[in-house]
């Protein structure tokens, strides 16, 4: 309901601009924020870089967990040598031993905890870090290439709100003449590596949000 809200202000401050006045001509232009953010190779890029950090991530864990598991295979096997049979001083030693191991196991299964507690936050936050600088440069090359072309009010023509369990457009119609998304890629992507396909990275995303289940696109 808040981003409803937010969404019907935004609509009202456009039409306000647009009829503000009569004698003034508001020049309005239109991008498409959601393509031009997959087609920024710069967010290839960090992806890749994120990908590598969580793969290292899981290796950290999967290494800590390992010497968890063998703290539990060697507690089961201290406890399959108990015997009745055997002496007191057998078996005082075997409780010592099951004692230092549970112990160690404990303290290996906090820490393991904590370790995974910290890796996940700290991940979060240059996540959240490297995508804002992704999201500010794409906001700045906007404004940019609006200042360039004497634009007064530029529409992200990909806008939507949900309804009814679906996706609405806030625009359902631009006109093509009010688009600026090319200009503003090519402004985006100048520095970007000979090889980049910008259209068959779009392509390509777009076509693993069709055929990802539903509930799991971004």
Known sequence: MKNFSTTLSVIAVVIGAMFATVKAEVKIASVNMTD???????????????????AAIKEEISVREQKVKALVEQAQSIQKKSDPTLSEEAMKKLREQAASVQNELTAEGEELK???????????????????????????????????????????????????????????????????????????????????DAKAELKRVRGEQESAPAGQQN
Not at 116 to 137: C, P, T
Not at 164 to 175: E, L, M, W
């Open 36 to 54: 031009l953010n997959i087609m920024f190779y710069k967010r290839t890029e960090v992806e890749v870089s994120l990908r590598k950090q969580e």
């Open 114 to 196: 904590t370790f995974i507690q910290r890796r996940e936050i700290a991940f979060r936050e240059i996540a959240r870090r490297e995508l804002k600088l992704l999201s500010d440069e794409l906001h700045a090359t906007v404004q940019a290439v609006a200042a360039a072309e004497k634009v007064d009010i530029v529409i992200d023509s990909s806008a939507s709100i949900p309804r009814f369990g679906s996706a609405y457009s806030v625009f359902p119609y631009v006109k093509p003449s009010m688009d600026i998304t090319e200009k503003v890629l090519k402004k985006l992507n100048a520095g970007a590596p000979a090889d980049f």
